[in-house]
Antibody, heavy 120, light 108 residues
């Protein structure tokens, strides 16, 4: 059974930093494409970032240069380092496994999410 | 940039058929995936590649995609189907994922 468990969310002041983690079981993070998707309170889903099995990373424009996705193969975890946080980064952050093919990708497993609140 | 448009809400009586649409310029040329999100829960994949169902998803859920509109169809709607539904595509030119704004399905 695949399980993804996020942690690390909390209340942080604007301009601060936070590191989210996603512990995986039932899959090997390093062998998969893994993504972060967020959802602001009362809003829709927004893709944030992806890390390919080969290590390449991509980000949505609004977080480029501020967020960094990485993985720890020894712990089978995915991480999201978030710097220079803004109020508009307030959201529930989900990690998700990506099923990627030449024609498209989609998310077949999701964690339960961790809430990040950026406020003074 | 590419935009996916969903109606904010759809209402349907129990036992009837719900159709939730996702509009986009020539969306029929893309593969569309659909997620169900019940209140307080994580999204759940219900349809991938326009019309395929993951294991465990009832046959009542089906999808189609042509022209400028993709459609998620839920037959014999039940109270438990009440949720937000999101469409999603992958933009190969930018390696970015796009979601529609979501449609709230209300079961009357």
């Amino acid at each position: 059974e695949v399980q993804l468990v996020e942690s690390g969310g909390g209340l942080i002041q604007p301009g601060g930093s936070l590191r989210l983690s996603c512990a995986a079981s039932g899959i090997t993070v390093s062998s998969n494409y893994m993504s972060w998707v967020r959802q602001a309170p009362g809003k829709g889903l927004e893709w944030v970032s992806v890390i390919y099995s080969g290590g390449s990373t991509y980000y949505t424009d609004s977080v480029k240069g501020r967020f960094a996705v990485s993985r720890d193969n020894s712990k089978n975890t995915l991480s999201l380092q978030m710097d220079s946080l803004r109020a508009e980064d307030t959201a529930v952050y989900y990690c998700a496994r990506v099923r990627a093919y030449t024609s498209s990708w989609y998310f077949d497993y999701w964690g339960q999410g961790t809430l990040v609140t950026v406020s003074s | 940039s590419y935009v996916l448009t969903q109606s904010p809400s759809v209402s349907v009586a129990p036992g009837k058929t719900a159709r939730i649409t996702c509009g986009g310029n020539n969306i029929g040329g893309n593969s569309v995936h659909w997620y169900q999100q019940r209140p307080g829960q994580a999204p759940l994949l219900v349809i991938y590649y326009d019309g395929d169902r993951p294991p465990g998803i009832p046959e009542r859920f089906s999808g189609s995609n042509s022209g400028n509109t993709a459609t998620l169809t839920i037959g014999r709607v039940e109270a438990g189907d009440e949720a937000d539904y999101y469409c999603q595509v992958w933009d190969s030119s930018s390696d970015h994922v796009l979601f529609g704004g979501g449609t709230k399905l209300t079961v009357l």
